[in-house]
């Protein structure tokens, strides 16, 4: 049968119709699964062999390269390799030009030579050879400033910015949470989390269309190449805000280590004549109107096969490095997990999906695709929008789909490589107590704390959004924030193998509670319709 099953008008009708039942008062915990859970997770694991797979095995896997394909293609005959039914590639989009950086270096070589480290920003074009040329320390942040130095730039290196404080290593770089700052999460914040305020986005826009101008300027002034100075302490940080508009050719850019920029900037400043060569090498791919695809497969259920639970992370990487803890540690412990469940021999009342997400570096695009079919969706954005895409509010009437009534929950996975220590309920209460419940059998491997509060920037949202119970785990920070996340340090090495078990054991436990409880889980009242904005307000 196909993975995505049809279901009548009148099954359809009941589904929506009746209002999901309350949790019992006191939610029944399948002891006997968990423990057998835990000894394959710990006893049996694989998912240093899958995170190494897939960092190693494949490198960088930005969306649309081929070599987030390959990656697609090796998940996906993985999955139905250990007997999942419906393995497939559902495709999205169309995303645009796909873009590999195949070799990036820099090297400052007057008034004295040394190698520069430097990641090329995704999307920015090559240099067709070394390219060498005088460094000029510009600051670009007003149309004013583009008149300013206009005529001056051909042939110029840019140092584009300005010095970034190096500030002392204060904090250690692997951070865990204690208990009292568990403590402080649990207590819901009122006031938190907010969509981003009209005032903001008018000025974020503003600022999105001096980029585009500055681009174009760019060009026409035959810039050789520019650096702009991205992290500390040997790290440099390394992304972009969408890929290439079609016909924009772009300039050379690098994201360079930033002690090596200020000390550039310094001489420049100083009077002293700074040479920088720069030697780039990228394909594209694909084009305007290339795909993208997601990652599906299916360990289907027995009574209730016709509702789902949902499990996921996000496929896709930026290219500073091989994206371990962002995201091939959640995408290993997903997959872990499902593996688990399949070992086990048992058969869940709800069908289990696994989808493994691109495009969410770009703005949840693959989870909102996946979404947009198989559950709801509200109007597209006109064709005229320029808002990027991770910008880009649903706004017009909710059209619910079929399946939305079917879907008991989702859980993600997406904060690097420290285990989990809890669950982010957004706010919704009835689901929140169940979630102590089944915390209950991995207290003791630190998975404690269940908050009301919301979190967002990662794939659940995507469900959230169209009042579907979407949910991300809490993980300890480790290093994602001081030195993985988005950077050149994002490597397997950095990956932390007890905590990926215990992350697999908890997202196992949970999924199956979910699959096998009498009822669906209980939702939030259902979100508002939005009216468009007009095209001024964009």
């Known amino acids: 049968m196909n993975a995505f099953r049809r279901i009548t008008a009148f099954a359809v009708a009941s589904q929506l119709a009746l209002a999901v039942p309350a949790p019992a008062a006191e939610e029944a915990v399948d002891l006997e699964i968990a423990t057998r859970i835990r000894q394959e997770a710990f006893?049996?694991?694989?998912?240093?062999?899958?995170?190494?797979?897939?960092?190693?095995?494949?490198?960088?896997?930005?969306?649309?390269?081929?070599?987030?394909?390959?990656?697609?293609a090796w998940a996906k005959d993985k999955l139905a390799s250990w007997g999942l039914a419906n393995a497939q590639l559902e495709p999205w989009g169309p995303f645009g030009e796909g873009w590999t950086l195949e070799r990036a270096s820099a090297h400052q070589v007057a008034?004295?030579?040394?190698?520069?480290?430097?990641?090329?920003?995704?999307?920015?074009?090559?240099?067709?050879?070394?390219?060498?040329?005088?460094?000029?320390?510009?600051?670009?942040?007003?149309?004013?400033?583009?008149?300013?130095?206009?005529?001056?730039?051909?042939?110029?290196?840019l140092l584009l910015g300005e010095p970034v404080p190096v500030p002392l290593g204060e904090k250690p770089t692997l951070d865990r949470y204690d208990e009292k700052e568990l403590e402080e999460l649990?207590?819901?914040?009122?006031?938190?989390?907010?969509?981003?305020?009209?005032?903001?986005?008018?000025?974020?826009?503003?600022?999105?269309?001096?980029?585009?101008?500055?681009?174009?300027?760019?060009?026409?002034?035959?810039?050789a190449a520019v650096l702009d100075p991205a992290g500390t302490d040997g790290q440099v940080r390394a992304q972009s805000t969408r890929p290439r508009e079609k016909g924009d050719p772009g300039v050379p850019w690098l994201h360079v280590r930033a002690e090596q920029w200020n000390r550039m900037a310094r001489l420049v400043q100083a009077g002293r004549t700074v040479e920088v060569e720069v030697d780039v090498r990228v394909k594209f791919a694909g084009g305007a109107?290339?795909?993208?695809?997601?990652?599906?497969?299916?360990?289907?259920?027995?009574?209730?096969?016709?509702e789902l639970v949902m499990l996921g992370a996000h496929i896709d990487s930026w290219h500073a490095a091989t994206g371990a803890a962002d995201n091939a540690a959640g995408v290993a412990?997903?997959?872990?997990?499902?593996?688990?469940?399949?070992?086990?021999?048992?058969?869940?009342?709800?069908?289990?999906?696994?989808?493994?997400?691109?495009?969410?570096?770009?703005?949840?695009?693959?989870?909102?695709?996946?979404?947009?079919?198989?559950?709801?969706?509200?109007?597209?954005?006109?064709?005229?929008?320029d808002t990027p895409s991770f910008m880009r509010r649903p706004t017009g009437p909710l059209t619910v789909h079929a399946g939305h009534g079917l879907l008991s929950a989702y859980f993600n996975l997406d904060n690097g490589s420290g285990k989990i220590r809890g669950i982010y309920a957004q706010q919704n209460v009835a689901a929140a107590k169940l979630f102590?419940?089944?915390?209950?059998?991995?207290?003791?491997?630190?998975?404690?704390?269940?908050?009301?509060?919301?979190?967002?920037?990662?794939?659940?949202?995507?469900?959230?959004?169209?009042g579907l119970p979407g949910f991300q785990f809490i993980q300890d920070d480790i290093e994602y924030e001081s030195r993985?996340?988005?950077?050149?340090?994002?490597?397997?090495?950095?990956?932390q193998e007890a905590d990926l078990k215990q992350a697999a054991a908890v997202m196992a436990g949970f999924v199956w509670q979910a699959a096998t409880r009498p009822d669906r889980l209980p939702r939030k009242p259902m979100p508002k319709d939005e009216p468009a904005r007009p095209a001024a307000a964009r």
Request: aromatic content about 6%; proline content about 6%.
């Open 186 to 223: 649990a207590a819901f914040e009122v006031g938190g989390r907010r969509a981003i305020d009209p005032a903001r986005r008018e000025q974020f826009m503003r600022r999105w269309a001096l980029r585009r101008k500055i681009a174009a300027f760019l060009v026409e002034e035959k810039v």
């Open 333 to 385: 412990v997903v997959m872990e997990a499902i593996r688990i469940l399949k070992s086990l021999g048992v058969t869940p009342k709800r069908t289990i999906r696994v989808g493994l997400w691109s495009g969410e570096e770009q703005g949840l695009l693959g989870a909102r695709a996946h979404v947009a079919k198989h559950f709801a969706n509200r109007p597209p954005a006109p064709a005229s929008d």
């Open 436 to 466: 102590e419940r089944w915390l209950e059998p991995y207290r003791d491997l630190g998975a404690t704390t269940v908050t009301l509060r919301d979190t967002g920037s990662t794939d659940h949202a995507a469900f959230d959004e169209v």
């Open 43 to 72: 006893a049996r694991s694989q998912v240093m062999d899958l995170a190494r797979e897939l960092t190693d095995g494949f490198g960088p896997r930005l969306t649309g390269s081929p070599e987030l394909a390959r990656a697609n």
């Open 111 to 157: 008034p004295w030579a040394q190698p520069l480290t430097v990641v090329a920003r995704a999307w920015a074009p090559g240099t067709d050879g070394p390219v060498r040329g005088a460094a000029v320390v510009v600051k670009l942040d007003s149309e004013e400033d583009l008149a300013k130095h206009k005529g001056k730039l051909a042939g110029k290196v």
């Open 289 to 306: 109107e290339a795909m993208d695809a997601n990652v599906l497969a299916e360990l289907p259920g027995s009574d209730k096969r016709g």
């Open 484 to 495: 993985t996340h988005h950077r050149n340090l994002d490597e397997y090495d950095r990956l």
